[in-house]
């Protein structure tokens, strides 16, 4: 049997009852470290399993599949996932491949950040398409994330901005050798985030004739920082003083919300804001 088991957001122990017992029970068990990462690390959760993690990082999982899924017909096999197995499409492949290998598969879900960013108190049913912010750099700074958040508050909806994580990524100049060299893991933060924003802001002036919604620096956002976990932080604030706002150690999300809230959404989001968001 191959399972696919969610970890939850935060502490080792956020991993459910059954989850826990599959773990303990398995021959091999991997851990993806790549689309996200728990707060607590890899000894702490080897500590409250009582066994050994074998790290997936982007390459194997990616590149060598087969590997993890072997003798998965014989004996049960985890793949460990932050937040919920289905958070990623990655996920979704390894399983089909399991599937195509005519093996037996389970999914154990747990939390994800796509249904705990409703502890802000924005309504999880007022949430638009999902977008993802990359990392630019010199050459490259794309910008496609920014007609879906214009769509959604169009729409009247809330924008979930998933930000960039880079862990154990190829150097460009490695990439021409034999021998890999790998960037510093690198985790976006909500002030980056802004900055990007802010400039795609600036290219891209409304024009909208029908005076629909649109993403300004004046904007109300809302940035998350390791949503689950006891450290947890939430403020809400313009886009413009995001861009200026530490909200500490990885993981963060962003919220565009829509222009309008519910009356109970600007009361429970009020206690996160500086602003009066209830005028």
């Given at each position: ?33 790549y689309t996200s990462i728990l707060c607590c690390g890899q000894e702490k959760l080897e500590e409250f399993y009582g066994r050994k993690l074998i790290l997936a990082d982007r390459e194997m999982v990616e ?217």
């Amino acid at each position: 049997m191959f399972y696919i088991i969610g970890l939850g957001l935060g502490d080792p122990d956020d991993v459910t009852v059954k989850g826990l017992n599959i773990i303990k029970q398995c021959e091999r068990v991997y851990l993806e470290s790549y689309t996200s990462i728990l707060c607590c690390g890899q000894e702490k959760l080897e500590e409250f399993y009582g066994r050994k993690l074998i790290l997936a990082d982007r390459e194997m999982v990616e590149q060598r599949a087969d590997e993890i899924l072997e003798g998965a017909d014989k004996h049960s096999v985890a793949f460990l996932v932050v937040g919920d197995p289905f958070g990623a499409t990655t996920h979704t492949d390894l399983l089909l491949r399991a599937r195509e290998k005519g093996l037996q598969t389970s999914v154990v879900h747990n939390a994800s950040i796509m249904n705990a960013v409703g502890c802000c108190g924005l309504q999880l049913y007022h949430f638009g398409e999902t977008v993802s912010i990359p990392y630019w750099d010199e050459n490259w700074k794309p910008d496609s994330f920014f007609g879906k958040i214009a769509a959604n508050l169009k729409q009247g909806h809330h924008t979930l901005c998933l930000l960039d994580i880079k862990v154990k990524e190829p150097t460009l100049e490695s990439l021409m050798k034999k021998k890999r060299e790998y960037m510093p893991p690198r985790f976006m933060s909500v002030s980056e985030a802004a900055t990007q924003l802010l400039e795609v802001v600036k290219q891209n002036p409304s024009t909208d004739k029908e005076d629909a919604p649109t993403l300004t620096e004046d904007s109300l956002v809302v940035g998350l920082a390791r949503i689950g976990h006891a450290t947890q932080k939430i403020f809400a604030c313009s886009l413009r003083e995001m861009k200026d706002t530490d909200l500490g150690s990885p993981l963060h999300s962003l919220i565009i919300p829509s222009a309008v809230l519910h009356p109970l959404e600007s009361e429970f989001l009020q206690q996160f804001a500086e602003l009066d968001l209830q005028k």
